[in-house]
């Protein structure tokens, strides 16, 4: 399968280059900016493609690799053209392949890969690759064209329904810049305590780490592949254990209505958890003092 990029930014590059390095058939770049289209052809040892035309006809995939608000354009340049029988594709996380709207009349096929990865740096980012996975969703027979370059790949492909790619985004999301936004809040708080800004992250770096490395540990329990211990069975805490007396004492030091807010959001949800890790016990006080709004 031949692959065509356009778009010579980083995910584009980032995705050339890796998919050459494992023996995947990459023809070229396309790019309103030559001089990027060039540096990038050069780095995967691939050719730039001065028309959009001539690099369609000689792909039989078309990778759209821009920004996630020019992917529509792109598309509705793609589709005036011949591009019957050919996979159309973005790498978009927040997008769905119905931006490709009418893909079906087009006779093209049309999907989405997002790589669960920070493309950090043009050049670099291809060499840590193999350990992001994939997530991926659009036609079955797109999907099944696709297959040719994921067998090369060493990636774990995870399919989505196309209708829930931004349920599926958020949750990404959540797990990468929400993650970064309460560690800046411990931090802020941690501030606010007389504790010095680098102080409190060398407080926080092994609380931190020690707790995702537990949710993500292998459960000794079950001798199967990947299988981690979770949320639910490392979470521990002051709402874990029922402590009101304790959550009423933070809840009143949170004098910023903005975190109390995400204290109050993100104790709900660790309330869920604890209720599955314990069902015998009854959070439903906890759970009114985390609902109800500061008087």
């Not at 690799?65 to 591009?83: E, F, H, L, P, Y």
């Not at 501030?191 to 020690?210: H, N």
């Not at 002051?238 to 007396?245: H, K, L, M, T």
Request: with cysteine.
């Amino acid at each position: 399968m031949k692959i065509g990029i356009i778009g010579a930014g980083k995910v584009g590059t980032t995705m050339g280059k890796y998919i050459v390095d494992h023996g995947g058939t990459v023809i070229g770049f396309y790019t309103r900016t030559e001089s990027s289209g060039l540096e990038s052809a050069r780095f995967t040892e691939t050719a730039y493609y001065t028309t959009l035309d001539s690099l369609i006809e000689k792909s039989d995939i078309l990778f759209v690799a821009t920004t996630d608000g020019a992917i529509k354009q792109i598309w509705d340049s793609i589709a005036t053209r011949n591009v019957r029988g050919k996979v159309i594709c973005h790498f978009s996380g927040s997008l769905s392949s119905d931006v490709f709207s009418n893909w079906e009349e087009t006779g093209a096929l049309a999907c989405s890969v997002h790589p669960i990865y920070a493309f950090s740096n043009k050049f670099t980012a291809y060499k840590n690759l193999s350990e992001a996975k994939f997530a991926v969703e659009g036609s079955s027979s797109a999907l099944e064209k696709m297959q040719e370059l994921f067998d090369l790949l060493p990636n774990e492909v995870v399919r989505i329904p196309t209708k829930e790619k931004t349920k599926y985004h958020a949750a990404t999301s959540i797990a990468s810049n929400h993650v970064t936004g309460l560690i800046y809040l411990a931090v802020e708080l941690l501030k606010e305590s007389g504790i010095s800004e680098q102080a409190a992250y060398r407080l926080l770096k092994p609380l931190v780490e020690k707790n995702v490395e537990a949710v993500f540990s292998k459960d000794s329990a079950n001798n199967e592949q990947e299988v981690y211990a979770g949320c639910i069975q490392t979470l521990t805490g002051p709402i874990e254990r029922n402590d009101i007396v304790t959550v009423k004492k933070h809840l009143h030091k949170l004098e910023r209505p903005e975190w109390e807010a995400v204290y109050r959001a993100v104790g709900i949800s660790v309330t869920e958890a604890a209720s599955k890790k314990h069902p015998t016990r009854s959070y439903s006080e906890m759970k009114q003092l985390l609902a109800q709004q500061k008087v």
